[in-house]
Structures are given as structure tokens and as C-alpha cells.
């Protein structure tokens, strides 16, 4: 792998732990306002991020790379309803598609069809987490200020439960 790609996996790398502390700090917010559904979406998908940044960690070391580690920023947020924290779901899965799309492209720029072929996984799972984002944004419009349509979406996003990811290209997919 060459440098500049090798420090683009490691960034990538915090990141990932940056969105998992992100998620978590609104798993927090969002149980102490008493909606323990939407506490548990963001949760898994606190989760999920661990995953993705423990499967680029397995894939470093797969390709025997050095992984630089930084410390994890501050999450805190001031949200002031669970609109807006789904409102900055959003706007941080838009700057992770734009990040994992700048490493996919340094691979490919480095020539590299392995990591290029890999980060394939994390281009396709940022559509979807912008497309579910968006789905739960609607729907918290639609509920207004109406409190048992609010309650009535938290139950369903309390429904959400985690599945390791599997990602291809690494003999440790999914841990
Ligand atoms: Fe939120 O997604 Fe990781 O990559």
C-alpha cells in the first residue's frame, strides 16, 4: 500500500471510531428524554461503527500496514429534539460517504484494485445509511408535535437489533 493511501486507511480509521463515540453521546441524549427506541437505534448503529472501524483495522493488518492512532474527538452535541439529532445522523453519514468516497478514489489513484475492491463494502453500506437516515427524518416530520405519533415511531426504531457486518476481503470479516 503506499503512504498517502496507508494514512488515508488510518484517518478512516478514527473516523469510524469518531462516528461510534458520535452515536453513542446520542444513545445517551436520547434515553435520558425517555425514548428509549430511538436510544437503541442509535445504539446499534454505535455498533455497527465499532465494526467498521474494527474491519479496516483487520484489513491493515491483513495487508501488514502500520496503523497510526490519534485520539477520538469530543461527540457532544446541544440537540434540542430527536429530529435534530436525526438531522445530524444525516449530515455525518454525508461527510463519511465523502470521506469513504476520497479513499476509494486514492486507491484507485495508487493503483491499488485490492483496497479499492474492499472499500467497495463501505461505499454501498453509506447509501444505505443515508437512505435509512433520511427514511426516519420523514417520518419525525410527519409526526409534528403529535406525542403518540412520536412514541409510535421510537417503538419502531426500537425494534432495530445488530447483525455483524460481514465484510469481504478480509479472513476476519464481521469481528
Ligand atoms: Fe456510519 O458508517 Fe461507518 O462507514
Given at each position: 500500500?503506499?503512504?498517502?493511501?496507508?494514512?488515508?486507511?488510518?484517518?478512516?480509521?478514527?473516523?469510524?471510531?469518531?462516528?461510534?463515540?458520535?452515536?453513542l453521546a446520542m444513545s445517551d441524549w436520547l434515553n435520558e428524554k425517555g425514548l428509549n427506541g430511538a436510544a437503541t437505534w442509535t445504539y446499534v448503529q454505535y455498533q455497527e461503527e465499532l465494526a467498521h472501524a474494527q474491519n479496516l483495522f483487520h484489513y491493515m493488518q491483513y495487508r501488514d500496514e502500520p496503523i497510526s492512532f490519534k485520539a477520538i474527538a469530543d461527540p457532544s452535541g446541544n440537540w434540542q429534539s430527536p429530529?435534530?439529532?436525526?438531522?445530524?445522523?444525516?449530515?455525518?453519514?454525508?461527510?463519511?460517504?465523502?470521506?469513504?468516497?476520497?479513499?476509494?478514489?486514492?486507491?484507485?489513484?495508487?493503483?491499488?484494485?485490492?483496497?479499492?475492491?474492499?472499500?467497495?463494502?463501505?461505499?454501498s453500506e453509506q447509501v444505505e445509511e443515508e437512505a435509512s437516515a433520511k427514511e426516519i427524518i420523514s417520518r419525525l416530520e410527519l409526526a409534528g408535535d403529535n406525542t403518540?405519533?412520536?412514541?409510535?415511531?421510537?417503538?419502531?426504531?426500537?425494534?432495530?437489533?445488530?447483525?455483524?457486518?460481514?465484510?469481504?476481503?478480509?479472513?476476519?470479516?464481521?469481528?
Open positions: 500500500m503506499n503512504k498517502e493511501l496507508s494514512q488515508a486507511f488510518s484517518e478512516q480509521i478514527n473516523k469510524e471510531y469518531f462516528s461510534a463515540f458520535l452515536y429530529l435534530e439529532v436525526f438531522r445530524h445522523v444525516l449530515s455525518h453519514e454525508k461527510l463519511v460517504t465523502e470521506s469513504i468516497n476520497n479513499l476509494a478514489t486514492t486507491a484507485m489513484k495508487a493503483n491499488d484494485h485490492a483496497a479499492y475492491i474492499f472499500l467497495q463494502w463501505y461505499v403518540n405519533a412520536l412514541l409510535m415511531i421510537d417503538d419502531q426504531l426500537g425494534a432495530r437489533v445488530f447483525n455483524a457486518p460481514v465484510v469481504p476481503g478480509i479472513p476476519t470479516a464481521g469481528a
